[in-house]
């Protein structure tokens, strides 16, 4: 089993920039790929971005050129910096990992508000 916490969320300001974490604790060998997904109210959760074992990485058209995810292996934790925030970037983001022993295993969320 794996277990994920975010942290970083808040409120900040169209335009600013906002630091998510994703801590990982338990079997963390058998993660192959860490995502970061979001839930707009009243809307899909929407995958946003991916990183794999090899550190391919991969950014839905909504935040490409903006955000930018990354990993600490020796912290176990995964990232996600995310620059000129816009109002619709306003979202619970959640980090998700997928296992090589099948499965996959879900933080919390966090929130972010983007308001002026």
């Known amino acids: 089993q794996v277990q994920l916490v975010e942290s970083g969320g808040g409120l900040v300001q169209p335009g600013g920039s906002l630091r998510l974490s994703c801590a990982a604790s338990?079997?963390?060998?058998?993660?192959?790929?860490m995502n970061w997904d979001r839930q707009a109210p009243g809307k899909q959760r929407e995958r946003i971005a991916t990183?794999?074992?090899?550190?391919?990485?991969y950014y839905a058209d909504s935040v490409k050129g903006r955000f930018t995810i990354s990993r600490d292996n020796a912290k176990n934790t995964m990232y996600l910096q995310m620059n000129s925030l816009k109002p619709e970037d306003t979202a619970v983001y959640y980090c998700?990992?997928?296992?090589?022993?099948?499965?996959?295993?879900w933080g919390q969320g966090t929130q972010v508000t983007v308001s002026s």
């Open positions: 998700n990992a997928l296992l090589s022993t099948s499965g996959s295993s």
């Open positions: 338990g079997s963390i060998s058998s993660i192959y790929k």
């Open positions: 990183i794999t074992r090899a550190d391919g990485t």
